[in-house]
């Protein structure tokens, strides 16, 4: 990973991180990330789900989509990830904001085909739920040739993260206004089966098992 101009933390630039340890403990607590880039002129950002394995970012879908289409042509692109933890109230509405973590990723995609596509997608899957794939049918021929895998090196790449409290002007903390964090809190609720034949799923397969504990206790 290096730290380039585009890629710098410019506001605030202490909250920034260029490590890998904390760029990878980011990007494998979230699922969803905003690709942004050029399409037929204009810019377009989409939503996608993602997956990490070691230094590399997958992507995935339909062939005939725009996303897959313009990304496999290696043009460049900006990844976003991004969440919020908690709600700042200050003493002064100027300086509200908002604690979160997110990552931002510059490159170039690239199209990623034979035995590699299929360990690209059961990465992509594992990161959705660790252990899903060896849980559910493996897809078709059919079904890969009707899905791009577009993979992404973590080179150019940072994170920015904001804890912590209100910062309010000096002169505000002798008002009588409230001011603190409302945390932002997440989790899984309880399993729902399928109501298609739900007599058939009574059991609750291991990937759910351990996702639901993990996060509940």
């Known amino acids: 990973m290096k730290k380039t101009k585009r890629s ?7 909250r920034g991180l260029y490590d890998q340890k904390s760029i990878y403990k980011l990007l494998d607590r979230n699922h969803l990330c905003h690709v942004g880039f050029i399409y037929e002129d204009f810019p377009v950002v989409i939503p996608t789900l993602y997956g990490r394995k070691e230094n590399t970012i997958f ?7 725009r996303l897959m289409t313009s990304l ?4 460049p692109l900006c990844i976003s990830i991004a969440k919020t933890t908690g709600i700042v109230l200050a003493r002064s509405a100027f300086n509200h904001s908002l604690n979160y973590e997110s990552v931002i990723l510059y490159g170039n995609g690239r199209l990623v085909e034979g035995f590699e596509k299929e360990e690209a997608l059961k990465a992509i899957s594992d990161h ?6 060896e849980e559910c049918r493996p897809p078709t021929t ?6 791009h895998v577009i993979s992404i090196d973590l080179d150019e790449v940072s994170a920015k993260v904001r804890t912590g409290g209100p910062q309010d002007d ?4 002798s008002s009588e206004y409230w001011a603190g964090v409302i945390p932002i809190k997440e989790g899984f609720g309880v ?4 109501q298609q034949l739900p007599d058939r799923l009574k059991k609750i397969p291991a990937s759910v098992q351990n996702l639901t ?3 509940n206790n």
């Open 170 to 173: 000096k002169e505000d903390y």
């Open 59 to 65: 992507l995935h879908g339909a062939v005939v989509s």
């Open 191 to 194: 399993p729902q089966p399928d």
């Open 142 to 147: 059919k079904e890969l040739k009707a899905t």
């Open 128 to 133: 959705l739920i660790i252990g899903r794939w």
């Open 8 to 14: 710098t933390v410019k506001r605030v630039p202490k």
């Open 213 to 215: 504990h993990k996060t």
């Open 72 to 75: 496999k042509k290696e043009i």
